[in-house]
C-alpha cells in the first residue's frame, strides 16, 4: 500500500490540512514534484472540525475588514463551481430581537454591504422580514420581542471530504501525500532541507531532500517552527471553536444568532439531518493534539440557541455529537479571541515559506499565491495549462448529474433513491467507482445502518482508494457517520469488521480501533 517515496523533490509540506492539500494539489499541477506528510489522518485537525461553510463572514463588516469579506464572496463563488457536490447555496435567517447589541438598523445595512461586495457573484439578494413573515419561515423561533428577520444566502461545503478531494487530485497530477507520516526532524543544508520523518504504518525512520519547505501545519506551526531552531512563541495564536450537533430544528434555513453578553454571533445550520450548532471562539494554548469540546462551552452554545429557539429540542440531554478545533490565527495582541485577524500570512525565509490564519472558504485563493512564493524561491515558471479540476467535479451541469444519478442508479445497481443522491454528494463523479463494487461483492450494497444512506462499499472504498488507514478515518471523515445517532450500534462493528478483512487486522487491532474510535466521541461512551 505504501507509494514510492522520491529521494528528492522540489517541495515538502508539512500539514494535510485544506492550507497543505490545496497547496500540494497546485504545486502539483504546475510541474513541482510534491511530498505532503501529514502525522495523523488528512483533514483530522482543524479542517474537518470547522462550521462547514463557504461564507463571506458578515460579522467581520462591523470590523471594517471589508477586504477580508469581498476575498470571501467571490472565493465562495468560485468553489461553488469546483466542487458542486460537496457544497450547496444555503439561505439564513438574521433575526432581530429587542434589547439585542445589534439593533435593526445595523443588519439592515450589514445585509446590503454583503450584497454590494458580492457584486454579480451574488447567490440571491437579501430581504428583510416583518416578525409575522420570519415566523412564517421559521416557526420556532422565539416570537417575544422579535423585531423583524434578515435573509441573505451563503453556502454549506463537507470540509472534510474537501480536504480529501485536494489531496486526491494532488496524487493524480504526480504528488505524493503521505498520512501518518510525521516528520522528526529538518536540517537546513545549502540548497534545501533535509527531511527526516517518521512511517507510521511501516514503523520506521527514513528522509528525503526538498529544495523547497512549507509549514502549513495549522495550529502545529509553532511545533513545527521548532524543528528550525525558529522563535516560534508569536507564529500562531489558537483559538478553540466548539460545536453541537443536535436534532434538526429548520431544514431549509440557517440562522444567525446575535449572542447576549458577549457581542458574538453563532450558527444554527442544517446539516446531515441534524443541526450544527457553533461556534466558540476561546484561546488555547494547550497541546493541540488534546483538544476537546468543554462542558462551558457546550453549556454556552446551548444557552445562546436555546434563547432563540425555546420550544425546540437543543437542549443539553438531546446532544447527539460534539466537537472541537483550533483556528491557526495569525498572532496578534487582541484581548479577546474573536477578535483576532481571520486574514491568512504567508511568511517566506529564503526556500522556507510558512501559511498561518485564513479561512476555509479563501483556501484556493491563498494556495496560488503561496505557490508563487515557492516558485519564486525555487526559480521555476507555472506549467499548468488550465485551472485545477478536482476528481469529483462531474464534467455535466451539476443538476443534470443529480437527477440522472438518483435515475438511472437505483434501478443499475439496486440501490434507493436516497442512497444515490448520497452517493452523488459524497463523491461526485467518482461514485460510480464506489458502485462497481457492488458488481464484485453484492454483499457491499448492504447498508452499514438501516436509518442511514451509507452502505459497506463506501468502507472499502474509502480503504482502497481514499487513504483510510483507521476506523475513525472512515466514520468521522470519510463518511462523518461518527457524528449521527447511529454512530456506534452495530455500524461500527460492521465498518471495522469490513476494514479489518482490507487491512489484516487482529481481533485485538480490531478493538483497538473500536476504542480509539469510541474515545474520540462527545459524549463520551461508556
Not at 79 to 101: A, C, E, N, Q
Request: proline share 5%; glycine share 6%.
Amino acid at each position: 500500500m505504501n507509494p514510492h517515496i522520491p529521494a528528492k523533490v522540489d517541495l515538502v509540506i508539512i500539514g494535510g490540512g485544506i492550507n497543505g492539500a490545496g497547496l500540494a494539489a497546485q504545486a502539483a499541477q504546475s510541474g513541482l514534484s510534491v511530498v505532503l506528510f501529514e502525522k495523523d489522518d488528512f483533514a483530522s485537525g482543524t479542517s474537518s472540525k470547522s462550521t462547514k461553510l463557504f461564507h463571506g463572514g458578515i460579522r467581520y463588516l462591523e470590523q471594517g475588514r471589508f477586504s477580508l469579506v469581498f476575498e470571501g464572496l467571490h472565493e465562495r463563488n468560485r468553489l461553488l463551481k469546483m466542487v458542486p457536490h460537496l457544497s450547496r447555496p444555503i439561505p439564513f435567517l438574521l433575526p432581530s430581537y429587542t434589547g439585542d447589541s445589534r439593533p435593526a438598523w445595523m443588519l439592515k445595512i450589514g445585509l446590503m454591504l454583503y450584497d454590494l461586495l458580492a457584486g454579480s457573484h451574488n447567490i440571491g439578494k437579501h430581504q428583510w422580514f416583518s416578525p409575522k413573515e420570519a415566523l412564517a419561515k421559521a416557526p420556532t423561533l422565539k416570537k417575544e420581542g422579535l423585531k423583524g428577520c434578515g435573509l441573505y444566502y451563503d453556502a454549506q461545503v463537507n470540509d472534510a471530504r474537501l480536504v480529501l478531494e485536494n489531496i486526491l487530485g494532488a496524487e493524480k497530477a504526480g504528488a505524493c501525500c503521505l498520512n501518518y507520516h510525521t516528520v522528526t526532524e529538518i536540517d537546513q543544508e545549502p540548497s534545501g532541507f533535509r527531511i527526516t520523518y517518521w512511517d507510521d504504518q511501516a514503523k520506521k525512520t527514513s528522509s528525503l531532500f526538498a529544495a523547497c519547505l512549507v509549514n502549513a501545519s495549522g495550529p502545529w506551526a509553532n511545533e513545527t517552527a521548532q524543528l528550525l531552531n525558529q522563535d516560534s512563541d508569536k507564529l500562531v495564536r489558537p483559538t478553540r471553536g466548539t460545536h453541537i450537533v443536535v436534532p434538526q430544528v429548520l431544514s431549509d434555513h440557517a440562522v444567525l444568532i446575535t449572542t447576549q453578553g458577549d457581542n458574538r454571533v453563532i450558527f444554527v445550520i442544517p446539516w446531515r439531518g441534524y443541526s450544527l450548532v457553533g461556534t466558540t471562539d476561546i484561546d488555547d494554548s494547550n497541546d493541540p493534539d488534546n483538544t476537546h469540546p468543554t462542558e462551558e462551552e457546550i453549556d454556552y452554545l446551548v444557552e445562546q440557541a436555546d434563547r432563540v429557539f425555546p420550544g425546540s429540542a437543543i437542549k443539553k440531554e438531546n446532544i447527539v455529537a460534539a466537537f472541537a478545533g483550533l483556528r491557526p490565527l495569525a498572532w496578534g495582541d487582541e484581548k479577546q479571541a474573536s477578535s483576532v485577524s481571520r486574514e491568512d500570512q504567508i511568511i517566506k525565509k529564503r526556500r522556507l515559506i510558512t501559511i498561518i490564519g485564513g479561512k476555509l472558504t479563501t483556501y484556493h485563493h491563498m494556495a496560488q499565491r503561496a505557490l508563487k512564493q515557492v516558485l519564486f524561491a525555487l526559480d521555476r515558471k507555472n506549467l499548468a495549462k488550465e485551472e485545477l479540476a478536482l476528481p469529483g467535479m462531474p464534467s455535466q451541469p451539476w443538476v443534470v448529474f443529480l437527477n440522472e444519478a438518483v435515475e438511472n442508479w437505483p434501478k443499475n445497481y439496486g440501490i434507493t433513491s436516497e442512497q444515490a443522491s448520497h452517493l452523488a454528494h459524497l463523491y461526485g463523479q467518482r461514485a460510480e467507482k464506489v458502485l462497481a463494487l457492488i458488481q464484485e461483492n453484492p454483499e457491499w450494497k448492504k447498508a452499514l445502518h438501516s436509518d442511514r444512506p451509507e452502505i459497506a462499499a463506501q468502507v472499502i472504498f474509502a480503504v482502497r482508494e481514499e487513504k483510510a488507514l483507521h476506523l475513525d478515518d472512515v466514520l468521522l471523515r470519510r463518511l462523518e457517520i461518527g457524528y449521527s445517532a447511529q454512530r456506534l450500534e452495530q455500524t461500527a462493528e460492521k465498518a471495522a469488521s469490513l476494514m479489518a478483512g482490507l487491512l489484516d487486522w487482529s481481533d485485538k487491532d480490531r478493538q483497538t480501533e473500536l476504542e480509539n474510535y469510541k474515545n474520540q466521541l462527545y459524549p463520551k461512551i461508556l
